[in-house]
């Protein structure tokens, strides 16, 4: 990356996290009480990190941060991701405590190029509890239709709905979710929508991912609980293969710093490495 697009790069870093920093400013505040565990992050694919139509991982396609995306890995895309969320307001490091949500998550994704098949390990804090999630692309993307994906969250419902009533009811939770690449400004804009139960508030999610920079993402979504804003840098250098007919960036990985707001109160800093064509 030449110095003008890493000068472009840090501008849109630094002007996105200043508007999400006054957005999310710290407040007094209870803690999320339904689905506590899955409020910061949901841990499925696409949450912290980017997957294109074709269910390849990386930096080009789209990413959210609850919602499931229609978009599933494939065969061979593998994402290992980190979460540190704040349970009261302000911007909690770690991964077990009071006043902290520290999620570490692994995402394989099998099948053919786009109708991959994803199955996520979800550990939570030092105790490490499990979830499961699993989800597949039905229908791949073409120009006048959206990729959609079915799948479940917690599907062994291991996962709590109701903050310190983990007995009473679990987190599981089943969603059908379309994601659309559109256009605009010259940059990718990717749209997604859905419907699902229990964590996503029995009911429609959306939200809507735009490359504001070569290595900058930003996004906003409602999903289904509550708003949540975010922005996404890549962080490798691009890599510029070259032949007669053309002169392209491409990389195989992507390492995303995330940060995000959830509920427009309650940061969440991640990291995530994921790669395609690992297997």
Not at 223 to 238: E, I, K, M, S
Request: charged share 20%; aromatic share 10%; with cysteine.
């Amino acid at each position: 990356m030449d110095a003008l697009s890493r000068e472009g790069c840090l501008r849109w870093v630094g002007l996105s996290l200043a508007v999400l920093g006054a957005i999310g400013t710290p407040q007094a505040g209870a803690e999320f009480v339904e689905y506590p565990q899955f409020r910061h992050s949901s841990g499925l694919p696409g949450n912290g990190y980017v997957v294109n139509a074709e269910g390849n991982v990386g930096w080009e396609g789209a990413m959210s941060q609850c919602i499931p995306l229609g978009y599933t890995p494939s065969d061979g895309s593998v994402a290992v991701s980190y979460f540190s969320g704040s349970r009261f307001g302000g911007l909690e490091l770690g991964f077990t405590g009071n006043h902290v949500d520290g999620t570490f998550a692994t995402t394989i994704g099998f099948g053919s190029r786009g109708h991959g098949m994803s199955f996520t390990t979800d550990f939570v804090d030092a105790s490490f509890h499990v979830a499961m999630h699993g989800q597949a692309q039905v229908v791949r993307e073409t120009h006048s239709r959206p990729a959609i994906s079915v799948g479940v969250l917690d599907w062994e419902n291991r996962r709590e709905a109701t903050h310190f009533e983990r007995d009473r009811r679990g987190a599981r939770s089943l969603f059908i979710a379309a994601t659309k690449q559109f256009e605009t400004g010259g940059r990718p804009l990717h749209v997604t929508v859905g419907l699902g139960t229990n964590r996503f508030g029995d009911g429609p999610f959306l939200g809507a991912c735009y490359d504001v920079h070569d290595r900058v993402k930003v996004l906003a979504e409602y999903d289904g609980l509550g708003v949540n804003v975010a922005t996404a840098a890549q962080l490798l250098h691009q890599k510029r293969t070259s032949s007669a007919s053309q002169d392209t960036s491409t990389r195989d990985d992507a390492l995303s710093l995330f940060f995000g707001v959830s509920d427009l109160k309650y940061p969440v800093l991640g990291l995530t490495y994921a790669r395609k064509d690992v297997f």
